[in-house]
Protein backbone atom coordinates (compact mmCIF):
# COMPACT_ATOMS: atom_id res chain seq x y z
CA UNK A 1 0.00 0.00 0.00
CA UNK A 2 1.23 3.73 -1.02
CA UNK A 3 2.03 5.29 2.23
CA UNK A 4 0.40 8.50 1.32
CA UNK A 5 -3.28 6.82 0.70
CA UNK A 6 -5.66 7.05 3.76
CA UNK A 7 -8.76 5.58 4.23
CA UNK A 8 -11.77 8.32 2.85
CA UNK A 9 -15.60 7.64 3.09
CA UNK A 10 -15.88 8.04 -0.34
CA UNK A 11 -12.79 5.79 -0.46
CA UNK A 12 -14.88 2.47 1.51
CA UNK A 13 -18.10 3.40 0.12
CA UNK A 14 -16.51 2.73 -3.38
CA UNK A 15 -14.19 -0.05 -2.10
CA UNK A 16 -17.91 -1.99 -0.82
CA UNK A 17 -19.28 -1.01 -4.32
CA UNK A 18 -16.81 -2.39 -6.36
CA UNK A 19 -17.38 -5.48 -3.91
CA UNK A 20 -21.07 -6.14 -4.46
CA UNK A 21 -21.22 -5.23 -8.33
CA UNK A 22 -17.97 -7.87 -8.66
CA UNK A 23 -20.03 -10.65 -7.02
CA UNK A 24 -22.94 -9.83 -8.95
CA UNK A 25 -21.26 -11.07 -11.99
CA UNK A 26 -18.90 -13.49 -10.94
CA UNK A 27 -22.12 -14.68 -9.97
CA UNK A 28 -23.76 -14.55 -13.37
CA UNK A 29 -20.80 -15.98 -15.13
CA UNK A 30 -20.95 -19.15 -12.60
CA UNK A 31 -25.05 -19.38 -13.09
CA UNK A 32 -24.09 -19.45 -17.09
CA UNK A 33 -21.16 -22.22 -16.22
CA UNK A 34 -24.03 -24.52 -14.42
CA UNK A 35 -25.92 -24.21 -17.19
CA UNK A 36 -23.68 -25.76 -20.09
CA UNK A 37 -22.12 -28.60 -17.27
CA UNK A 38 -23.21 -31.77 -16.46
CA UNK A 39 -23.17 -32.66 -12.88
CA UNK A 40 -22.68 -30.03 -10.28
CA UNK A 41 -19.75 -30.87 -8.04
CA UNK A 42 -20.70 -30.53 -4.42
CA UNK A 43 -17.97 -28.77 -2.58
CA UNK A 44 -18.96 -26.17 -5.73
CA UNK A 45 -22.03 -26.02 -5.01
CA UNK A 46 -21.50 -25.11 -1.32
CA UNK A 47 -19.21 -22.87 -1.62
CA UNK A 48 -21.40 -20.97 -4.22
CA UNK A 49 -23.82 -21.11 -1.79
CA UNK A 50 -22.03 -19.22 0.52
CA UNK A 51 -20.28 -16.77 -1.88
CA UNK A 52 -24.18 -15.51 -2.43
CA UNK A 53 -25.53 -15.49 0.77
CA UNK A 54 -22.08 -13.22 1.80
CA UNK A 55 -23.31 -11.19 -0.92
CA UNK A 56 -27.11 -10.55 0.27
CA UNK A 57 -25.90 -10.22 4.15
CA UNK A 58 -22.93 -7.11 2.71
CA UNK A 59 -26.16 -5.61 0.68
CA UNK A 60 -28.25 -5.39 3.65
CA UNK A 61 -25.47 -4.30 5.89
CA UNK A 62 -24.21 -1.40 3.56
CA UNK A 63 -27.74 -0.60 3.09
CA UNK A 64 -28.50 -0.11 6.63
CA UNK A 65 -25.28 1.77 7.20
CA UNK A 66 -26.15 5.09 4.53
CA UNK A 67 -29.55 5.07 5.97
CA UNK A 68 -29.08 4.53 9.67
CA UNK A 69 -25.24 6.77 9.66
CA UNK A 70 -24.22 7.58 5.86
CA UNK A 71 -26.90 9.94 4.20
CA UNK A 72 -28.35 11.32 7.33
CA UNK A 73 -24.53 12.73 8.50
CA UNK A 74 -24.06 14.17 5.35
CA UNK A 75 -27.69 15.27 4.73
CA UNK A 76 -26.82 17.30 8.09
CA UNK A 77 -23.51 18.89 7.14
CA UNK A 78 -25.78 19.98 3.76
CA UNK A 79 -23.87 18.01 1.32
CA UNK A 80 -25.99 18.12 -1.31
CA UNK A 81 -27.28 14.98 -2.74
CA UNK A 82 -30.54 13.46 -4.12
CA UNK A 83 -31.37 11.88 -0.44
CA UNK A 84 -34.62 10.50 -1.27
CA UNK A 85 -33.62 9.23 -4.46
CA UNK A 86 -31.02 7.19 -2.88
CA UNK A 87 -33.56 5.97 -0.22
CA UNK A 88 -36.13 5.19 -2.51
CA UNK A 89 -33.45 3.30 -4.42
CA UNK A 90 -33.15 1.27 -1.48
CA UNK A 91 -36.65 0.28 -1.07
CA UNK A 92 -37.06 -0.77 -4.53
CA UNK A 93 -34.02 -2.99 -4.14
CA UNK A 94 -35.30 -4.49 -0.90
CA UNK A 95 -38.51 -7.13 -2.68
CA UNK A 96 -35.16 -7.99 -5.46
CA UNK A 97 -33.26 -9.03 -2.61
CA UNK A 98 -35.72 -11.05 -0.91
CA UNK A 99 -36.53 -12.62 -4.29
CA UNK A 100 -32.95 -13.48 -5.08
CA UNK A 101 -32.81 -15.27 -1.50
CA UNK A 102 -35.42 -17.16 -2.22
CA UNK A 103 -33.80 -17.98 -5.53
CA UNK A 104 -30.50 -19.30 -3.53
CA UNK A 105 -32.38 -21.30 -0.96
CA UNK A 106 -34.61 -23.36 -3.64
CA UNK A 107 -31.39 -23.81 -5.56
CA UNK A 108 -29.35 -25.28 -2.40
CA UNK A 109 -32.06 -28.20 -1.91
CA UNK A 110 -31.63 -29.35 -5.43
CA UNK A 111 -27.91 -27.86 -7.20
CA UNK A 112 -28.59 -29.73 -10.22
CA UNK A 113 -31.96 -28.62 -10.95
CA UNK A 114 -31.53 -26.27 -14.05
CA UNK A 115 -34.80 -24.44 -13.78
CA UNK A 116 -33.93 -23.09 -10.14
CA UNK A 117 -30.80 -21.98 -12.05
CA UNK A 118 -32.54 -20.17 -14.28
CA UNK A 119 -34.39 -18.57 -11.85
CA UNK A 120 -31.52 -17.48 -9.46
CA UNK A 121 -29.79 -16.63 -13.00
CA UNK A 122 -32.38 -14.11 -13.52
CA UNK A 123 -32.99 -13.21 -9.66
CA UNK A 124 -28.84 -11.75 -9.70
CA UNK A 125 -29.90 -10.20 -13.47
CA UNK A 126 -32.42 -7.73 -11.62
CA UNK A 127 -30.63 -6.93 -8.59
CA UNK A 128 -28.33 -5.80 -11.44
CA UNK A 129 -30.37 -3.56 -12.91
CA UNK A 130 -31.58 -1.50 -9.60
CA UNK A 131 -27.79 -1.91 -8.15
CA UNK A 132 -26.05 -0.39 -11.67
CA UNK A 133 -27.70 2.84 -11.83
CA UNK A 134 -27.99 2.87 -7.22
CA UNK A 135 -24.30 2.96 -7.03
CA UNK A 136 -23.63 5.21 -9.62
CA UNK A 137 -25.92 8.22 -8.80
CA UNK A 138 -24.05 7.51 -4.71
CA UNK A 139 -20.60 8.22 -6.43
CA UNK A 140 -21.95 11.17 -8.50
CA UNK A 141 -22.41 12.87 -4.84
CA UNK A 142 -20.95 10.82 -2.15
CA UNK A 143 -17.60 11.24 -4.06
CA UNK A 144 -13.96 12.39 -2.51
CA UNK A 145 -14.35 16.15 -4.00
CA UNK A 146 -17.42 16.96 -2.43
CA UNK A 147 -16.48 15.18 0.59
CA UNK A 148 -13.61 16.39 0.99
CA UNK A 149 -14.09 19.96 0.70
CA UNK A 150 -16.51 19.50 3.78
CA UNK A 151 -14.40 17.51 6.18
CA UNK A 152 -10.95 17.64 7.36
CA UNK A 153 -8.83 14.06 6.24
CA UNK A 154 -8.30 13.22 10.22
CA UNK A 155 -12.34 13.12 10.24
CA UNK A 156 -12.53 11.48 7.12
CA UNK A 157 -10.58 8.55 9.36
CA UNK A 158 -12.60 8.73 12.42
CA UNK A 159 -15.74 8.76 10.24
CA UNK A 160 -14.77 5.53 8.00
CA UNK A 161 -14.21 3.56 11.09
CA UNK A 162 -17.44 4.69 12.77
CA UNK A 163 -19.02 3.94 10.00
CA UNK A 164 -17.40 0.67 9.09
CA UNK A 165 -17.63 -0.72 13.01
CA UNK A 166 -21.42 0.32 12.42
CA UNK A 167 -21.56 -1.56 9.16
CA UNK A 168 -19.43 -4.78 10.34
CA UNK A 169 -21.87 -5.15 13.69
CA UNK A 170 -24.94 -5.67 11.10
CA UNK A 171 -23.23 -8.48 8.91
CA UNK A 172 -24.66 -11.80 9.50
CA UNK A 173 -21.88 -14.55 9.29
CA UNK A 174 -19.16 -12.27 9.57
CA UNK A 175 -16.79 -15.40 9.40
CA UNK A 176 -17.69 -15.46 5.75
CA UNK A 177 -18.86 -11.64 4.99
CA UNK A 178 -15.64 -10.01 5.90
CA UNK A 179 -13.47 -12.36 3.87
CA UNK A 180 -15.68 -12.27 0.94
CA UNK A 181 -15.31 -7.91 1.36
CA UNK A 182 -11.49 -8.26 1.70
CA UNK A 183 -11.38 -10.99 -1.31
CA UNK A 184 -13.78 -9.60 -4.10
CA UNK A 185 -10.99 -6.60 -3.87
CA UNK A 186 -7.63 -6.35 -5.34
CA UNK A 187 -4.46 -6.14 -3.27
CA UNK A 188 -3.86 -2.34 -2.84
CA UNK A 189 -8.33 -1.85 -2.82
CA UNK A 190 -7.97 -4.90 -0.06
CA UNK A 191 -4.99 -3.58 2.22
CA UNK A 192 -6.99 0.00 2.53
CA UNK A 193 -9.94 -1.84 3.31
CA UNK A 194 -8.39 -4.02 5.69
CA UNK A 195 -7.86 -0.74 7.86
CA UNK A 196 -11.37 -0.59 8.66
CA UNK A 197 -11.27 -4.11 10.89
CA UNK A 198 -9.86 -4.46 14.25
CA UNK A 199 -6.11 -5.85 14.03
CA UNK A 200 -7.19 -9.25 15.22
CA UNK A 201 -9.97 -9.62 12.39
CA UNK A 202 -7.06 -9.18 9.37
CA UNK A 203 -4.07 -10.70 11.34
CA UNK A 204 -5.49 -13.68 12.76
CA UNK A 205 -9.44 -14.62 12.47
CA UNK A 206 -9.81 -14.58 8.66
CA UNK A 207 -6.81 -15.74 7.90
CA UNK A 208 -6.45 -18.77 10.60
CA UNK A 209 -9.37 -19.29 12.57
CA UNK A 210 -12.06 -18.73 10.33
CA UNK A 211 -10.69 -19.92 7.33
CA UNK A 212 -11.91 -23.56 7.15
CA UNK A 213 -15.45 -21.63 7.10
CA UNK A 214 -14.99 -19.25 4.00
CA UNK A 215 -12.32 -21.30 2.26
CA UNK A 216 -15.42 -22.91 0.33
CA UNK A 217 -15.78 -19.84 -1.45
CA UNK A 218 -12.08 -19.31 -2.93
CA UNK A 219 -12.78 -20.54 -6.66
CA UNK A 220 -14.67 -17.40 -6.47
CA UNK A 221 -12.31 -15.22 -5.13
CA UNK A 222 -9.20 -12.77 -5.86
CA UNK A 223 -6.99 -15.09 -3.69
FE1 LIG B 1 -27.05 2.61 -1.42
FE1 LIG C 1 -23.80 2.43 -1.50
Redesign the pocket.
Known sequence: MNDNQKITVAGD?IR??LVITRAIEVSLEQTCLFTKKGEIVENLAEGFINYLRSLLSLFHS?HLV?DEQIFPYFQEHKLEAPYQMMNDQHQDLLPLLDNLENSINDWAKDVNNHQLISNLQKSLQQVQTLWIPH?QL?EEYLNEENIGSLISDEEQVKLAHQFGEYAAKHIKQDYLVIPFILFNLPAEERALMAEVFPAVVIEELVPHRWKDKWQSMSPFLLL
Do not use: A, D, K, T
Request: proline share 0%; glycine share 0%; no cysteine.
Open positions: LIHHEFE
